[in-house]
């Protein structure tokens, strides 16, 4: 680079990414584990299911980051991505999709405009902790500040939405999604005060592209359904919900760092040194909070025997037993095999940290294989348990190709204009209604398991 743009970027002597393969392979390689990590959490559900994507996305973006700072940074990046993603797993949008199914446009529109909202505020409050992680300066008042006001907000905002207005998306289902709406909201405004770019820009496309991931799934999942193909299409849907939001993330935050004004260069490009007890925290969250919940909750005797009903094990007691004790050495054997990284962080540094996330993916792909009932499941859930395989294998290899390159991305975003934003938002909301119409065209009848709004 050359003028004064070079003298005031502080990557002014490191060579950057051009807009074409390498950037866009990275921005896949995010959605392919993206598409991975929200299959398996389909399989678990609920807040610990949404933290597995969380961690796998984040980490991610952090490893093809194309600097060592954030590299290093990786283990602590993917705790915070899985923590915030973790929230939106407390939404409610099966019934939603029920609405989608119907015939009437009127909630067919209205199903699609939901799963839009609950899609968009999953990636704003995740995007925005995956961009916290991936700023120049990391801040744990900030941290802090942002969970105790997201807790009031989201209080606040259930208790005038739900309980005074009486205001329901899907009733009787639940309605945190007025909480996560709350949260949301004060997360914009810290945003706007801390002024954070790679946050920013994380939240917009994060909420961009879950939001339009989450319509795009469930309408190739009615497609799916209206061919008559025998298959798992509602994992097809989680699936693109996780590939779209990923590779939208990925992309928002490294294209958009290209628009804004080049930083002053700083003398010690080393990032800070964290204490024990955020790394010990970080690792925790990773490789105990989530496996261990996990084998508590998913791996119960109650939860075992219902699967063993469902895929009519002839032994209960013995499939529950095997499965417990399989469970938990997996549990364990990701406890151990990375506990030293925690300690020693400078065993984990450059590319080397891939490994980190290659064992967490390890892990939750095998309890996937173990709740989903395999191998007595049936050859419909073998087929999705290769297909998540494949999504797997096929982010490593884009990963690899990219692995050698390490010029760096700007992750840097500018503040994003209002009309930028407009422009996003136009976009999903005729995703959302191209969606609604073709929809209702494509069948007459009431698809299974559809739903009547009013």
Known sequence: MTGTGAQNDEFADIPKVPIRLHRVARALAVGFVGAFGWGIRGIFGHELGAAIPGVLIAGTLALLSGHRIFRNRLWLVAALGGLAFSLGGAMSYGLIIGYTRHVQFATVLYGFVCLLLVGGLWGWIGGAFVGLGLARELDVVRGVVAVVSMTVAGALTYLILVVLLDLHLSPPRSDMWAANLGAAIAVGLLLRSWKVPAATAGALFGAFGFGVGFVAGDFLQTLGNLTGITYDWWKVMEQTMGFVGGAALAWGIWFASDWGPRLERQPDMDDKVFPAWGRLLAWAVIFVWIPVGLALTRFSGDALADLASRVH?????????????????????????????AVRPRQLEGWGAGAFLLVFAVEMFALAVLKAGYPLAGTTTTLVLVNLLVLALVAVALILTVKPDD???????PALTGRFVLVLLGLSLAAVLGAAIVSVLLHSTPLPGAHLRW
């Open 313 to 341: 094990a002839s032994n209960v007691g013995h499939f529950v037993k095997v499965r417990q004790i399989q469970a938990w050495g997996w549990v364990a054997l990701g406890i151990v095999s990375t506990f030293r990284w």
């Open 407 to 413: 010029r760096v991305f700007h992750l840097h975003p």
